[in-house]
């Protein structure tokens, strides 16, 4: 059996990018120093929580130039942007009961946009990632949605299945150049039960088999710590705050890795995506980083 070459080995890694909460757009990005994210800065939004959770983080635009990566992963585009000074919107000092944010949906179709921050010892960088929400095979209380993010030439595509429910992640695929790699999750990972409430935990542990005998094995656990009132585009959503520890083993005939998470998600249930995503990642080979995560459109282009 030959060894896993490196860009096969930092794609399983990229796996563990789909496995959070943000089963039907986002998830954060537990990156090396070979896969950071292409990114854009995005304008700043300002976020008001309640039930006692303060998660606020803020991106603003600090750069004259920007790489966008394309939906299809194969390029990216490089365009100029005016200098403009960082600013923080810090929540104010009270703030007032965000309502029930609603019932879960199904993502609309189409593409939207993150601004992402992302740290590691090597230091800070900023940009913008495009995701792609399609329609998959849908019937008998099941619809599906595809949902495609391109990463440096990488793309990471994943099946998502909304029922009344729960919000499970079926698949998981990526490629890298003519390379690609399936993970079919056995059992399916729970990603949330649906109706979410204040107080509402879960766990979900799976696993798969895939290139050259390699074995993901995934656990997390999973809270709705509180409800928030948060501005996106000028426009306030209410939106679940969900805390998540994430584990994510990956096993080869070569060698062990280990990628462990703590994330804060901003899930908004009437356009079922999440908003706003924190994470806080630590690699048994790589070490810490950190990333943060904002929509920047509401309504999918």
Same mark, same amino acid.
Request: glycine share 8%.
């Given at each position: 059996?030959?060894?896993i070459?490196?860009q096969?080995?930092r794609?399983?890694?990229?796996?563990?990018?789909?496995l959070?909460?943000?089963?039907?757009?986002?998830?954060?990005?537990?990156?090396?120093?070979?896969?950071?994210?292409?990114?854009?800065?995005?304008?700043g939004?300002?976020?008001?929580?309640?039930?006692?959770?303060?998660?606020t983080?803020?991106l603003?635009? /600090?750069?004259?130039?920007?790489?966008?990566?394309?939906? &299809? $992963? +194969?390029?990216?585009v490089?365009? @100029?942007?005016?200098?403009?000074?960082?600013?923080?919107?810090?929540?104010?000092?009270?703030?007032?009961? @965000?309502?029930?944010?609603?019932?879960?949906?199904?993502t609309?179709? $189409?593409?939207?946009?993150?601004?992402?921050?992302?740290?590691?010892?090597? $230091?800070?960088?900023?940009?913008?990632?495009?995701?792609?929400?399609? @329609?998959?095979? @849908?019937?008998?209380?099941?619809? +599906?949605?595809?949902?495609?993010?391109?990463?440096?030439?990488?793309?990471?595509? &994943?099946?998502?299945a909304?029922?009344?429910? &729960?919000?499970?992640?079926?698949?998981?695929?990526?490629?890298?150049?003519?390379?690609?790699?399936?993970?079919?999750?056995?059992?399916?990972?729970l990603?949330?039960?649906?109706?979410?409430?204040?107080?509402?935990?879960?766990?979900?542990?799976?696993?798969?088999?895939?290139?050259?005998?390699?074995?993901?094995?995934?656990?997390? /656990?999973?809270?709705?710590?509180?409800?928030?009132?948060?501005?996106? $585009?000028?426009?306030?959503?209410?939106?679940?705050?969900?805390?998540?520890k994430l584990?994510l083993?990956?096993?080869?005939?070569?060698?062990?890795?280990t990628e462990? &998470?703590d994330?804060?998600?901003?899930?908004?249930?009437?356009?079922g995506?999440d908003?706003?995503?924190?994470?806080?990642?630590?690699?048994?080979? +790589?070490?810490?980083?950190?990333?943060?995560? +904002?929509?920047?459109?509401?309504?999918?282009?």
């Amino acid at each position: 059996m030959p060894e896993i070459s490196p860009q096969l080995r930092r794609g399983l890694v990229a796996l563990a990018a789909v496995l959070l909460f943000a089963g039907a757009v986002g998830a954060a990005m537990l990156a090396n120093n070979d896969d950071k994210p292409d990114i854009v800065a995005g304008p700043g939004a300002s976020t008001t929580l309640v039930d006692g959770v303060d998660t606020t983080s803020v991106l603003t635009p /600090d750069g004259s130039s920007a790489t966008t990566v394309a939906p &299809s $992963g +194969r390029g990216t585009v490089t365009t @100029s942007k005016p200098k403009t000074p960082v600013t923080t919107a810090a929540p104010p000092a009270t703030a007032p009961a @965000s309502a029930d944010p609603g019932p879960a949906k199904p993502t609309p179709l $189409g593409q939207y946009r993150y601004a992402m921050t992302y740290t590691d010892s090597e $230091g800070t960088k900023k940009g913008e990632q495009v995701v792609n929400v399609e @329609s998959g095979p @849908s019937g008998g209380g099941v619809t +599906r949605r595809v949902v495609t993010r391109p990463v440096e030439g990488r793309t990471t595509k &994943s099946t998502d299945a909304w029922s009344s429910d &729960s919000l499970k992640q079926e698949r998981v695929e990526i490629t890298i150049g003519a390379q690609s790699i399936e993970c079919d999750w056995q059992p399916d990972v729970l990603l949330a039960p649906l109706p979410l409430s204040t107080g509402a935990v879960w766990t979900a542990d799976s696993s798969c088999t895939v290139a050259n005998g390699a074995k993901l094995e995934l656990h997390h /656990d999973s809270k709705v710590t509180g409800r928030a009132a948060t501005t996106v $585009g000028g426009q306030q959503v209410n939106v679940w705050v969900i805390e998540t520890k994430l584990r994510l083993k990956i096993a080869t005939p070569f060698g062990n890795e280990t990628e462990e &998470s703590d994330v804060i998600t901003h899930f908004d249930p009437t356009r079922g995506i999440d908003v706003f995503e924190s994470a806080k990642n630590r690699s048994s080979s +790589r070490g810490e980083s950190t990333l943060d995560r +904002r929509l920047l459109n509401l309504n999918p282009t």
